[in-house]
């Protein structure tokens, strides 16, 4: 079924009667060519482009819960593509295209909304820093504008610009980056697949992995075992466990991120914000929640909820940024499991295993990937060679000392 | 949630600075390959369950401390001081 404004409409009048589920709920097979573990956006949209691009739909997905539970449906739904180091780049340069052509593509509406991002700065050397990082965005081909005080005073008049600790210098606008529709985009990705012929299987987790030979064969899972020649790894926070059923330990460390959503407000923000120095973020989602986030919590975990100490450091942030929503109830606060690695990039790659692929580590950033993660690891799964943007995500990268290290800090993994 | 310091007692998540898996107590010998290093420093079992893992009392004693506890339930099972538990596993 096509989606349209049409359809809309005569739907509307004859009582949307005629709305069919978006995708089929199949048994799985016995085998298939592919199998990709982990049903959220990466896996889903890693089947779409297989299926898409390489004509490959003998395919499945499995999924130990649904659709989209997981870290595509748990995040504060940024898109842009504001990175300096050359190998994170291009690849984000290229999500960002996929992004702008997707609803297109899929027939779905993500509500993708380039409402435009800034990034504060609150010192000379700050600014510099931003200049240089606004240049090789230029470079790359994305857009950057470098703002003053006035500049960002006049985007954002409702900012504390004379704040003592961090006075505001200006921005780094990036006017193509904003939001989207973070579960539309899983749903949008999972009916693409549906159409081409990809089997999405839910409620049907995987508790082994085959190998023979040094070639993988297929997998166990709770709905019985499915051969495969292929199987890619796709599951986020859980990858060190998925991992470990075919013998490999990851450069992967799970940790909390919050998130948080006031109650509905009228239309106050129109950007999505950036105050580094807080590690704070916001944007207003379209039913006028205010959504916003911190930094890690710092310690490994699996709990999916975090703990209040950065539930206060981020409300202060927040405060310290825009004291105007000081008023604002906070409606829900959630955690989600991000596969952090070393260096705070990720992983899409080979696994030594042959058949075997991999696609982790995305740190808090994965969201914003989604298309082109999904991309280059079909690229990687049809072709057995990584795509040339998507080249330097190599799994024994931290070994080689080939780090893509955006942040500066150090490969090591309390320090991302 | 909070850790109890075998020196300080009970105290506040806030006070402890984490630093990882205590893998970190399992340095490969001098001359160890550069594979060893590799496993030691960026490999991790990550595990979903019971967890050891290593923080430090920053804003209290000042000791490096061994914790056992849960990554699921955020269950803290025992705190121990790494000195003693070092020295069990041979190193000085």
């Excluded at chain 1, 404004?5 to 709305?19: A, D, R």
């Excluded at chain 1, 490999?248 to 580094?276: C, M, N, W, Y």
């Excluded at chain 1, 039913?287 to 539930?311: H, I």
């Amino acid at each position: 079924m096509r989606y349209s404004g049409f359809k809309v409409f005569t739907e509307g009048l004859f009582g949307n009667k005629g709305w069919k589920p978006a995708w089929r709920d199949p048994a799985p097979k016995a085998e298939y060519d592919a199998i990709i573990i982990g049903g959220g956006g990466h896996g889903l949209s890693t089947a779409y482009y297989l299926a898409k691009n390489h004509g490959l739909t003998n395919i499945a997905v499995l999924e130990k819960g649904y659709l989209g539970g997981g870290n595509v449906g748990r995040n504060t739904t940024i898109v842009r593509a504001n990175y300096f180091l050359p190998g994170n780049s291009e690849f984000y340069s290229h999500s960002l295209k996929l992004w702008e052509g997707l609803e297109a593509d899929l027939n779905y509406n993500v509500m993708h909304s380039q409402r435009g991002l800034i990034n504060l700065f609150h010192s000379d050397g700050q600014r510099d820093a931003f200049a240089r990082r606004g240049n090789a965005m230029v470079n790359q081909g994305d857009d950057a504008e470098l703002l003053d005080r006035d500049g960002v005073r006049a985007l954002l008049p409702y900012l504390d610009f004379e704040q003592t600790r961090f006075p505001i210098y200006g921005g780094l606008l990036h006017r193509r980056g904003g939001t989207a529709r973070h579960d539309a985009v899983a749903w949008g990705y999972a009916r693409g697949a549906d159409q081409r012929g990809v089997d999405l299987i839910q409620n049907c987790e995987v508790t082994g992995i085959d190998v023979e030979n040094g070639r993988v064969t297929g997998v166990q899972t709770t709905r019985g075992a499915i051969r495969a020649k292929k199987v890619g790894i796709v599951v986020a926070g859980r990858s060190s466990q998925v991992a470990a059923m075919a013998g490999l330990r990851l450069p992967i460390e799970s940790h909390i991120l919050q998130a948080f959503v006031t109650e509905g407000l009228k239309p106050v923000i129109d950007h999505v914000i950036s105050f580094g120095m807080g590690h704070f973020y916001i944007s207003q989602s379209d039913k006028g929640g205010l959504v916003f986030g911190g930094d890690l919590d710092f310690y490994a975990s699996y709990a999916a909820r975090g703990n209040l100490p950065m539930v206060e450091h981020v409300m202060e942030a927040g405060m310290t940024l825009m004291p105007m929503i000081g008023r604002a109830k906070v409606l829900r606060s959630w955690g989600g499991i991000m596969d952090m690695s070393p260096d705070g990039s990720p992983v899409i790659d080979r696994t030594g295993i042959d058949g075997l692929y991999i696609d982790c580590g995305w740190n808090y950033g994965g969201f914003k990937a989604v298309p082109a993660s999904g991309w280059c690891m079909a690229h990687l799964m049809a072709t057995d060679q990584p795509h040339e943007v998507a080249r330097r995500f190599t799994l024994n990268r931290f070994a080689t000392g080939d780090l893509l290290d955006e942040e500066g800090t150090g490969s090591q993994h309390n320090l991302h | 949630m909070r850790l109890t310091c075998p020196l300080c007692g009970e105290r506040d998540r806030r006070e402890f600075y984490y630093y990882g898996s205590d893998d970190y107590l399992r340095r490969p010998a001098e001359g160890a390959p550069a594979a060893a290093w590799d496993d030691y420093l960026h490999n991790r079992d990550n595990p979903a369950g019971e967890t050891r893992d290593l923080w430090y009392h920053e804003a209290g004693c000042g000791q490096w401390l061994a914790v056992t506890r849960n990554t699921v339930t955020h269950a803290v099972l025992a705190v121990d001081l790494v000195a003693p538990v070092a020295q069990k596993r041979g190193r000085k």
